[in-house]
């Protein structure tokens, strides 16, 4: 079981590149979220999925787009990065008892 | 969504001295929960609390669910070097939300 995984760990993009940043779970959760994390800030919601097929936008969804074609993953979009989304990126998924979110290890992005 | 306002910002404190911290909400939650986050990690959940006036224990933490469902506390008791680390409060609403977070540091 390996949990929450993310890809990729660490990156550098420069300013109006794009990228996706995928989440997996194979604990069979039907909720998925990502949530960026700014000194200070705490984690900030972005996206967050209730099931396959469904999205809902979370506190700061402006410049991103997600994606749950699959279960078992949770793809978050960047389409034209800027410097402001500078982030540790993190992931999470709840089980149906709704009890905890189980996180991911984090991606660190940086856009130059 | 509701905003989670959390208490203090940052704590710098002695090995062996208790903590306290806590969290208040703008409106109504059914659930408490406070993680920890160690740098460089996801956070982890420490304690849950479903029930208003609910008091619970882990180990050398206690947290507590306000009676007005409106805010909760979390104590650390004996504090060691390893509690050092980023706590934060979440409400679950339709979304989850956090708190800003409390940076904890302890002093050998």
């Known amino acids: 079981n390996a949990g929450v995984t993310q890809t990729p760990k660490f990156r550098v993009l420069k300013t109006g590149q794009s990228m996706t940043l995928l989440c997996a779970q194979d604990m069979n959760h039907e909720y998925m979220y990502w949530y960026r994390q700014d000194p200070g800030m705490g984690l900030r919601l972005i996206h967050y999925?209730?099931?396959?097929?469904?999205?809902a936008k979370g506190e700061v969804p402006d410049g991103y787009n997600v994606s749950r074609l699959k279960k078992q993953n949770f793809l978050l979009g960047l389409e034209s990065a800027a410097p402001s989304q500078t982030s540790v990126y993190f992931c999470a998924s709840l089980p149906p008892n709704q009890e905890t979110q189980y996180f991911g290890p984090g991606t660190r992005l940086l856009v130059l | 969504g509701q905003q989670l306002n959390q208490s203090p910002q940052s704590m710098f404190i002695q090995e062996g001295e208790d903590v306290s911290m806590n969290c208040t909400s703008s409106?109504?939650?059914?659930?408490w929960l406070w993680y920890k986050q160690d740098p460089g990690e996801g956070p982890v959940l420490l304690i849950a609390l479903y029930k208003a006036g609910e008091l619970t224990s882990n180990g050398r933490l206690t947290a507590q669910f306000g009676i007005t469902r409106k805010d909760s506390f979390l104590n650390i008791s004996a504090s060691i070097p390893s509690d050092v680390g980023i706590y934060f409060c979440a409400g679950p609403d339709n979304d989850m939300r956090f708190g800003a977070g409390t940076r904890l540091t302890v002093k050998p």
């Open positions: 409106s109504i939650f059914n659930t």
């Open positions: 999925s209730v099931g396959e097929g469904t999205t």
